[in-house]
């Protein structure tokens, strides 16, 4: 199984590289290949906070994944522009069996249209643009899965959809191996008084 991350300049570091750890874990454990990054547009991007990475592929390279994740960031909103993208995008996923949108990866998904007619989420602060559109169900949860499209809230919830797709996919007694292997236990503890603001999500509204 090929199970590739797209890539772009200004894309949210933990967004991708969360889930990466998973998937690296699982590839040694020979139940897929090892991950790749296909770029959307720079083969060195720089990401939201300044860390390099190196891009295997280029979205017009003749590679089709299995599965594609799809990160976010301030980048996402650029990419988004190019119509190429875009329409890679859409051809991509018709022949992916799951594509996972993390964080604001949500624009690059709402404008290639794979969110239309899904429940879906992201970042808490981009929940309110997303309910704007009347093509999808929004739903105020740590992530989603609808058919074959995930998505998940802002950029460490990235790792609990991807743990969920490997039990999903592969059974919970992989997935539990891996979370183990990542000593992937977040702490329950909410520091001060941040997340009491109007914009807070449910879930995490019920966490309080």
Excluded at 180 to 207: C, F, Q, R, V
Aim: overall charge negative.
């Amino acid at each position: 199984m090929k199970i590739y991350f797209l890539i772009y300049d200004k894309a949210e570091e933990l967004d991708l590289v969360g889930s990466w750890e998973l998937i690296g874990l699982l590839a040694e454990k020979g139940l897929c290949e090892k991950p790749k990054l296909i770029s959307l547009n720079s083969m060195t991007p720089s990401g939201e906070h300044g860390m390099r990475f190196s891009a295997d592929y280029h979205f017009t390279d003749p590679v089709q994944p299995d599965v594609l994740f799809v990160p976010g960031g301030s980048g996402a909103r650029i990419a988004m522009e190019d119509l190429d993208v875009i329409n890679y995008l859409k051809k991509t996923a018709e022949n992916c069996h799951s594509v996972l949108s993390i964080c604001t990866g949500m624009y690059l998904m709402q404008k290639a249209g794979l969110f239309k007619h899904k429940k879906v989420t992201t970042h808490w602060a981009f929940l309110e643009h997303l309910k704007k559109d009347n093509t999808v169900t929004v739903v105020e949860d740590r992530f989603v899965k609808d058919g074959n499209i995930w998505s998940c809230a802002g950029v460490s919830a990235g790792m609990d959809m991807c743990l969920a797709f490997i039990a999903d996919y592969f059974g919970e007694d992989v997935a539990s191996t891996i979370q183990l292997d990542a000593e992937y236990y977040p702490s329950p503890i909410i520091y001060g008084d941040a997340h009491k603001n109007s914009a807070t999500p449910n879930y995490i509204e019920k966490l309080r």
